[in-house]
């Protein structure tokens, strides 16, 4: 036996006997930064999740943070009439893409809320702006804040360094912000959450299971998912991890998963898993853009290949490769003997791209 494999094979029965004695214990609750608002550390992302069934059991389950999406085409009324009857016990935040205009963006609140029935969300996310649309949103939010209609305002974001600055200065109208972070992520993601939290932002992660990239030994995959969930519970600084959520086993084993201390045998399987995510998991850091000799879009099929291989989304991944103007996928890739593009993740340009290609 692999003395990898030993070590966390051996650490097991810990683990097992630590899940047991917290199977009646409360969630951890967490305050969303300046906001106030206290919610479980466990989230759930319901944007593609219409299993009705799965929201009335983890609100009994102790789950109070809930994300859901203002996109007509993303919409899930499933989700909105279930949670409907505890609307006044949880904390809803949505997202919105609209881009047109500050009127665009209020536009799509409206029809969210109309179809929702909730009257309010309680955190307004404004998906991946550039520091323009940053401030369109902000229009759109205060307006919407007067009318009652959103209580915070928040962003996602996979480029950071160009909003970070705005986000900590006193009096930003930013309370929130979701950025990619979890068990991969490198110093100078670390010392941006520092700069966050200090500033009195909520900070929430994107990709909490680093795109999803398990071992296929049975058992082990659970295993890995409990110890990357317990090191974002385990970060003082993250107020909650929205996690996406597919079938009751999984709310109730994600549940139990952060009702347990991070631990030394949760420090065994992330770094005997880490080198496996590494080459793998695209941190949208938008770093390989414009760096192919021959044009490829080497960002856009690097993801395509995450969403297929990682996450199993092959729906996705194919939008993700439809999107990519024809002349831009390949084949030329095939024809360079040695790729010219490095990622400071560590991902392996070259394989994800060929993957990416196998899908066409």
Not at 75 to 80: C, F, G, I, K, R
Not at 141 to 169: D, Q, Y
Not at 207 to 236: C, I, S, Y
Not at 280 to 299: E, L, M, S, Y
Request: charged share 20%; with cysteine.
């Amino acid at each position: 036996m692999k003395r990898r494999a030993f070590l966390v094979g051996g650490l097991a029965a810990p683990a097992l006997l630590r899940r047991a004695a917290a199977a009646d214990a409360p969630l951890p609750e967490r305050v969303l930064g300046r906001t106030g608002l206290t919610v479980s550390a466990l989230g759930f992302g319901c944007t593609d999740v219409r299993d009705a069934a799965l929201y009335p059991r983890a609100v009994d389950l102790g789950v109070t943070c809930f994300l859901l999406n203002h996109d007509a085409k993303r919409q899930n009324p499933a989700a909105a009439a279930a949670l409907r009857p505890f609307r006044g016990r949880i904390v809803v935040g949505c997202l919105t893409n609209a881009r047109a205009s500050s009127a665009a963006m209020r536009q799509e609140l409206d029809a969210f809320l109309a179809m929702s029935g909730f009257g309010h969300v309680d955190l307004w996310y404004f998906v991946t702006p550039t520091p323009s649309l940053r401030e369109t949103f902000v229009e759109a939010f205060t307006e919407a804040r007067r009318a009652g209609k959103a209580r915070f305002a928040a962003i996602t974001t996979h480029g950071l360094p160009n909003h970070i600055e705005a986000l900590v200065a006193p009096g930003s109208p930013i309370d929130a912000v979701m950025l990619v972070h979890n068990f991969t992520s490198s110093p100078e993601v670390s010392a941006q959450v520092d700069r966050l939290h200090a500033a009195g932002l909520a900070v929430t992660p994107m990709k909490p299971m680093a795109g999803n990239f398990t071992t296929e030994k049975t058992g082990e995959a659970d295993t890995q998912h409990a110890a990357a969930l317990r090191w974002l519970v385990a970060d003082a600084r993250v107020s909650s991890v929205p996690t996406v959520m597919t079938s009751l086993a999984q709310v109730e084993a994600n549940a139990t998963a952060v009702r347990t201390a991070f631990s030394k045998e949760d420090e065994a399987v992330l770094a005997a898993w880490k080198p496996r995510v590494s080459e793998r998991f695209c941190r949208d850091c938008g770093t390989c853009a414009g760096i192919c000799p021959r044009g490829i879009a080497v960002p856009g099929l690097v993801r395509a290949a995450m969403y297929a291989e990682g996450y199993g989304d092959l729906d996705r991944a194919r939008r993700e490769m439809a999107a990519i103007p024809a002349g831009r996928r390949g084949p030329a890739c095939r024809d360079c003997r040695e790729c010219a593009v490095r990622c400071p993740g560590g991902v392996d340009v070259r394989a994800r791209v060929e993957r990416a290609l196998a899908l066409a």
